[in-house]
């Protein structure tokens, strides 16, 4: 719903598209959800999910502990970005 649809290989990972661009990954582990995306667009893919499950406070990413490991923001060059999205 609401343009998420499910990995083809992974059963608790959906991703969102925007046409063809994907914008959004959404893990679910139990009762955790984990988003990432465009940050112009979180807001509302959160609004979306709640209007379908109720969550408790939704938090940041950095600086929490999501499955025992501590996220923080990383910055990635577009070289990189390249060259795995080639792989």
């Not at 991703?15 to 807001?43: P, R, T």
């Not at 406070?57 to 999501?66: L, M, Q, R």
Request: aromatic content about 12%; proline content about 3%.
């Amino acid at each position: 719903q609401h343009g998420w649809r499910p990995h083809q290989h992974e059963q608790c990972v959906f991703l969102k598209y925007e046409g063809e661009d994907l914008i959004g990954v959404c893990g679910v582990y139990v009762d955790d959800f984990h988003m990432a995306g465009k940050a112009d667009q979180m807001e509302a893919a959160w609004n979306d999910l709640s209007k379908h499950v109720k969550f408790g406070s939704i938090t940041p990413f950095e600086g929490t502990t999501y499955l025992g490991c501590t996220q923080n923001k990383a910055t990635i060059r577009p070289d990189v970005i390249k060259k795995m999205s080639e792989f």
